[in-house]
Every structure is written in C-alpha cells, then in structure tokens.
C-alpha cells in the first residue's frame, strides 16, 4: 500500500497515525468544542482493525465527536458536524492570486506584499489616508479582529474601519450600552435558563441557529416555564412556544408597547425594583398610559387578548427571561425596539437574579470578541471610545503613539460602502467578509466593489466579493488558526489550532504583521505568535468595559474558558450581570419611553407584500462556506420564498415553481415554497446564496439613525412567475 497524501499535502503526510485535532465549531456564538480526527487508510490500518471499513478510492476519512463544554454540554448541530467538510475542501485558495484582465495568476507572498504596499502608499499619497479602508468580521479571532484595529489606526492611520458585526449585533450593543451602560450578550450564564418560568423569545430561531442551545429551554419547559415567541412565521423555535405571536414584520416596538400597557393595567410593574434600580420610570408610564393595547394590536397585527395574555405571563411569574435576537435588531428602529424589551425587563424586575435577565442572542462565532477590541468605525480595544480623549491616551500609550496619531471615527459598515462608490474610499481590505452578498442593496455594493482602484480580499474560498479583488489572500481556518474567541455567554474561549496550513495560506494577523512591515510600521506589529497577540490585547483591554486583563492561554486552557470582565488574575470573571448595580456610573439602569415605529419602507400598489429575511438551519451566513460542504449543501441546495397560500392565490404562483422577487432595489429568482406558516402580509427568503439568488439585491438600504444597523428583515415587494424567454 503506497502512503496516502492528504489532498492539501500537508496535513498527512505519508504519516501513519491518525490527526487528531481539538477544535471549536467555526459557526455560531455557542462555539461548541469538538474533536476531530483524520484518517489515512494506512492509519487505519495501524489502529488495528477498530476503524470503520475504508473505500480506498477516497484517500482521507474524518470523524467529528462532540466533546464536553459548559455551552452545549457535549452537543454539536448538523453544522458542526460537517464543518471539517469545507475546510479540508478542494476549493480552498492556497496561494495569493492576483488579477490579470479577468482572471487570477497565481504570484508569491513576497509579490502580493510588495504589490500591497506599492498601491496602498500610492493612493495614500495621492489621496489621503482616508482613502483606504478595512472591513473585518465577526469570525476572526480576537486576536486577529484586534491586530485589524490596530493596523488601520497605527500602519495605515485610517479612519474608515468598520466590520460585519454592524449588520449583526450593533442594535442590540447600543440598547445595552445606554440602558445597563455595558453591553454583553447575555446577562446570565446559560444555566439561568432553566430556572425561568416563562420566556419571551422574540425575533429569535434558537431551534435554527443555535440549535444546542435547545435543550436549556425544553428543560425550563420540563420546569413549567411559560414561552412566547414574537416571530411572523412559525420556525423551529415557535414550536416550542405556549403563545405564538406572529407578529407583523417592524411593529416589535409598538408591540411591546402594548405589553407594558397590558403590565401597568394589571398592576404587575415591581415598583420596588424599580424605584430603586431604575432611572426615567415617570416619563415612561407617562407615555405608556397614552397608549391602548387595541390600537396597538391593530398595528402589531396581534391579537389585544394575546397581548395581554404575553404581558400578564410574563408579569406574574416569579422568574423571567427575554431574548432578542435580529428579527427585531436588523430594523431601522432596531435600537428603540431592544430598549422597549429592556425596559419590560427592568419594568418587572427581572434581571440581576437567577432565571432573570436579558439576552441578545449574538450571532457569528466571535460575534461578541468581535465588537469589543477595536475593529468598529467609533471603538478601541476593551469597549473603548475613539472619540473619547482619555481612551485615547490610554491606547495610544499602550501602542507607544502619540494619542494625536489615532486617527478620529468612521462610519458604518454600509456607510464604508456607499463610500467606496462614491470614489471617496479607494481602496479596500476586505478580511473575514463577503460583503457583496451580506449588505442590503447589494447591486449598489458590487458596482462599489468594481469602482476601487485596489481591492484586497483575504478568505480560505473565492468568495462572491473575491471574484471582484485584484488580489486575493489565502488565509487558513479554524482547524489550522489558533486564537481566543468569546462565545454568546461572554465567555472567552482558547481555540487551539493544530492543522498544517495548506498550501500557502496565512493566519490573518500574521498578513497584517507582513504588511505592517512592508509599510514601515514593522515595529507596532512584532509578534510570532497569537499568544504575544492577546498578551498585548489583556494590557490594551484592562480597565476598558470589556476588561481581559485576567485572562491569559494557561487559565483558558486549565478553566475551559473565562467570562469578561476580568480585571486580575485571580478573579473568577461574572456570569451574572447586575446582580446589585448597573454598569452606569450612578448604578442606575435608564428606561425610555418609545414610540411605535413604522418600517422605512411601507407596502403599495407597486410592491404589495412584505419581505422578511432570515437563516434555515443547514447553511451559515452568505453561504461561502456550507455551499462548500457537501453533507450541509444537499440539504437546501438553492433559495426559496416562503409565502402563505393565500399570497400565492393573489400572484398566480404555485409551490415549487421559480418566482421573481422584486423590489425598489433589484430582483432575485428563488423557488416557492407555498405554506401556511407565514403571515399572509409577509414572504421569506433565506440570506444563504449569491449572484441571482442574493436576497440583498432586493433589501432595503436605510439605516437605524442610531447604531446604523440596515434594516434587513423588513422591505416591500412583487412575486412573479418568471417568465423564461424562448428564442427560436
Ligand atoms: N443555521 C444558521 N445559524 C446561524 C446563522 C446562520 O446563518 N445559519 N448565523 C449566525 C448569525 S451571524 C446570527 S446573527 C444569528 C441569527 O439568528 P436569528 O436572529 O435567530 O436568525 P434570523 O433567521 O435572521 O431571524 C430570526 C427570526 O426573526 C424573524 N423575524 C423576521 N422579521 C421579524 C420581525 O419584524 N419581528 C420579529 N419579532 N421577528 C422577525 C424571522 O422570521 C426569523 O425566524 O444566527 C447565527 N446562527
Ligand atoms: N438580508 C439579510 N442580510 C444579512 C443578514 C440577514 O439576516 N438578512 N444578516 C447579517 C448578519 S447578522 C451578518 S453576521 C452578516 C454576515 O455577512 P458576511 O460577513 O458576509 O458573512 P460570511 O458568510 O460569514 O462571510 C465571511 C467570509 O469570510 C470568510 N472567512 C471565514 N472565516 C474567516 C477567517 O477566519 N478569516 C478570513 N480572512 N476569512 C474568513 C468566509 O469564507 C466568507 O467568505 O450578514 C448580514 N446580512
Ligand atoms: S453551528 Fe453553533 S450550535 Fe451548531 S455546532 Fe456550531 S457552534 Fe454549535
Ligand atoms: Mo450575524
């Protein structure tokens, strides 16, 4: 038998054992841990005989067990499980590439940096500093999202830095950041779940997105928890819910208006609590008892009844809990909505104790790390300020700056984007991102993306905004990168990385640290190792909001994972938030009174059907990577418009057939999945596919005037057949 390669060449070798790899799931927030191992036939050979049965056509097998972890418990999804499949894929880019006319040749790093620091000096130069910009993502590690943040303000001075997590979790950030004066995902550990007697999930798929996070509300049910989902359509989640409120898409705020009207009629609000934890309670009754929960339900499109049926469950039982999550986040009053479920948390007391609290169900893996170490338009490393003199000072001395060398504040993700066709940004890193498919009104931003003079993308696939670079960067995985990430919990967590890079590929810090050297910033940018990274990000964090000066690799690996904040070693980081003041200076949490908003866009003659956009359980994100597993691509190969019977009457459409989706925007071809689980008002389309199937070709580009979130989950439409031209 001839020694088997693996199909990258470098993880197996002719080696005779096999690879074994502790990992963590690339995917959601819950960032289940996992073991993962690699087989060669001659291996398995050698582990005598206990090996499944080998077709030896097929050079390499894998198998994935789900390993214990204070999040999942031991639990992995059908995305977990498969996940190995896109990283060890034949379609990885495993050397630099850059653009000749309309396709790529492969060149050298040593090309690709010198090409880089050749064009980005350039337009630099001829256009100002500002005329480059960086785009990041939720799925770097903190030590990477880091490094970015500190290469756009220290070797490339730039103020237009901004990432993917603005479309995920900044409603929900900014809601916390003003009502608690902290923002972290989930006030409580996860084990607070099941204390609970009734919860209000709204806006949130559990069941689809962090499916191992189910069993903690089943058990609350096993408990006799009450649960209400807030969701137009029925999902996974809704069906473990006692009360379903399906909710017309964008009337969250006026929605939960009418529950603390239904509270304050029935008399449930804890005054105690109140009184003594809360500030702007006067001015909040007083806008609330203008209010009635008929007209409110008129609006909501729910039922008065079951508004008050929500209201009086969730008032008169003794624990409580509410999630959010982007059904009601990606609007453009999405901050205002999160505030409105927050003030019916604090309203009835429900927070700071066990099976009370509030959780804003975060989205990517790092989704949390993410936004917390400096790779937002406003934001330094620990939650910091940009705008905030002392904050600069304080960064500016770590990186051994001056503090008038940071540049000032940029603009949102979008904003960046609009930017960039405008001419005014000229050239642009994209790493960690595929923004032509994940930003509303997209058709704008591939036009954006042709318009750069240079356009930089590092990703493990040719992604949809790959296809537009004039260089492409291969960068390694999850398997092969070793980095910290910080779980929906706020825990952070020590992902080891164990895998040979195939090919030629690159760990996202260590390009920038290249590149920081070709620029002449070398020196801001000496690390060997991830661990020097974080080492580096413990001193930049301490003493900011999110505060990781305690956390260190050792203690990651010995505790299994630390929550934030943790100002010193010796401190065993909270899981329970506010257990007797909020992070506000005065200890006080801030209500506010919120008006029932309408979305941007209403529906009319034109375009008379609302869409809403959301996820399904096989596919993650744009789909760049589970297009790529084969096990998770089989299982929803194309998109679709979920739309009720009713609708598909009123468009002459029938299940299964392809329908064009029009908006304002742009049109997509999806095929019709005709159901009586969505609002007869509202159709669905899953974000999951580009090119023609992109559902942000039709989605509105108007912003929440706040946290600049778009919002996604709500435009107005057409449905037609699609008519396929014949030509003789
Ligand atoms: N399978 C899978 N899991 C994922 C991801 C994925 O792509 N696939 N992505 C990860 C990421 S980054 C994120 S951000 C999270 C997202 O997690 P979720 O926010 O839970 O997912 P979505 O499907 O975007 O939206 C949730 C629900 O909001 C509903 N909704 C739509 N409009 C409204 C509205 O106006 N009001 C209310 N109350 N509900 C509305 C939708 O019908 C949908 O069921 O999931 C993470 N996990
Ligand atoms: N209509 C609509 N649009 C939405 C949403 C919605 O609900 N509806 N949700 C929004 C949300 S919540 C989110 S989070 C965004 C996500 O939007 P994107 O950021 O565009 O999503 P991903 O598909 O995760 O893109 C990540 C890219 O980075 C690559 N990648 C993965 N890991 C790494 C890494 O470690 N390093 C580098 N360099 N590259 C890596 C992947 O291969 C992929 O190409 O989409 C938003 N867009
Ligand atoms: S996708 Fe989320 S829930 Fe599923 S295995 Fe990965 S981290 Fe766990
Ligand atoms: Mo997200």
């Not at 005014?424 to 790493?431: K, N, S, T």
């Not at 042709?450 to 960068?475: C, G, H, K």
Request: charged share 25%; hydrophobic share 40%; net charge negative.
């Amino acid at each position: 038998m001839q020694p088997v390669k693996d199909r990258q060449g470098t993880a197996q070798g002719a080696s005779a054992s096999p690879f074994v790899m502790e990992t963590q799931c690339p995917f959601c927030s819950v960032q289940c841990k996992m073991r993962l191992t690699e087989f060669a036939p001659n291996a398995l050979l050698a582990a005598g005989g206990n090996a499944p049965v080998l077709d030896y056509d097929e050079p390499v097998q894998y198998a994935v067990e789900a390993k214990p972890n204070k999040a999942s418990e031991g639990r992995l999804c059908v995305k977990g499980m498969n996940a190995y499949q896109h990283a060890v894929s034949d379609d990885r880019i495993v050397y630099p590439m850059a653009r000749r006319g309309d396709t790529f040749e492969r060149i050298s790093w040593e090309e690709a940096n010198a090409m880089m620091a050749e064009r980005l000096q350039a337009i630099a130069a001829q256009h100002g500093r500002d005329a480059i910009g960086l785009y990041g993502g939720g799925s770097l590690t903190n030590e990477s999202a880091y490094l970015l943040g500190k290469f756009a303000r220290v070797a490339l001075r730039t103020r237009y830095i901004d990432y993917n997590g603005r479309f995920c979790m900044s409603a929900a950030a900014s809601a916390g950041n003003k009502t608690f004066g902290i923002d972290r995902g989930l006030t409580n550990p996860l084990s607070d779940i099941p204390l609970a007697k009734c919860i209000i999930l709204t806006g949130t798929n559990i069941a689809e997105c962090q499916p191992t996070l189910t069993p903690y509300f089943t058990k609350a049910k096993e408990n006799g928890a009450y649960i209400i989902v807030i969701d137009p359509r029925e999902t996974g989640t809704s069906k473990m819910a006692d009360l379903h409120l399906r909710v017309k898409p964008g009337m969250d705020a006026a929605l939960a208006n009418g529950m603390l009207r239904a509270l304050i009629e029935e008399g449930l609000v804890d005054e105690k609590f109140v009184r003594a934890r809360t500030k702007g309670y006067d001015a909040l009754r007083a806008h609330i008892e203008a209010q009635s929960v008929e007209a409110i339900a008129e609006l909501a499109g729910v039922p008065a009844e079951s508004i008050r049926k929500a209201a009086i469950a969730f008032g008169k039982a003794e624990t409580g809990m509410v999630f959010t999550a982007r059904g009601v986040e990606q609007q453009t009053d999405g901050f205002m909505a999160v505030r409105n479920f927050l003030n019916l948390t604090l309203l009835t007391g429900k927070i700071g104790k066990p099976g009370c609290g509030y959780g804003a169900v975060t989205g990517q893996g790092n989704g949390q790390g993410g936004r917390e170490h400096g790779q937002k338009a406003d934001q330094l490393p620990g939650y910091r300020l940009i705008e905030n003199e002392a904050h600069r000072a304080y960064i500016a001395g770590v990186w051994n700056i001056d503090p008038s060398e940071l540049p000032g504040k940029g603009v949102s993700a979008y904003e960046m984007m609009e930017k960039v066709h405008d001419r005014e940004i000229r050239a642009l890193i994209v790493m960690g991102s595929n923004p032509v498919v994940s930003n509303p009104n997209a058709n704008l931003v591939e036009e954006a993306m042709e318009r750069l003079e240079f356009l930089v993308v590092a990703d493990m696939f040719m992604s949809e905004t790959a296809r537009s670079a004039d260089l492409i960067l291969p960068v390694t995985s999850y398997l092969e990168n070793k980095g910290t990430l910080t779980n929906l919990e706020g825990r952070v967590l020590l992902r080891e990385g164990s895998r040979p890079a195939p090919g030629e590929a690159r760990h996202d810090w260590r390009i920038l640290c290249d590149l920081a050297e070709r620029l002449g910033r070398g020196q801001y940018f000496a690390y060997s190792d991830a661990e020097e990274i974080f080492e580096e990000l413990r001193i930049a964090s301490k003493g900011g909001v999110a505060d990781y000066y305690g956390i260190t690799y050792e203690r990651l690996r010995r505790e299994e994972g630390v929550y934030w904040p943790c100002p010193s070693l010796d401190h065993v980081g909270d899981g329970r938030l506010f257990e007797s003041t909020f992070a506000h200076s005065d200890g006080l949490a801030e209500l506010v009174p919120v008006e029932n908003h309408f979305p941007d866009e209403r529906t009319d003659e034109a375009y008379p059907i609302y869409l809403t956009t959301g996820r399904v359980l096989s596919h993650y994100l744009t789909g760049v990577q589970t297009r790529r597993s084969h096990t998770l691509a089989s299982r929803d190969f194309e998109s679709f418009v979920e739309l009720h019977p009713n609708a598909a009457k009123r468009f002459g459409v029938a299940d299964g057939q392809l329908v064009t989706l029009t908006s304002r925007r742009g049109e997509i071809v999806v095929r019709c999945r005709v159901t009586r689980s969505i609002r007869e008002d509202t159709v669905f389309v899953p974000m999951h596919w580009g090119d023609v199937q992109n559902v942000n070709k039709v989605t509105n580009q108007a912003l929440d005037p706040t946290c600049r979130m778009p919002g996604f989950k709500v435009c107005a439409v057409h449905v037609r057949p699609l008519v396929v031209e014949h030509y003789a």
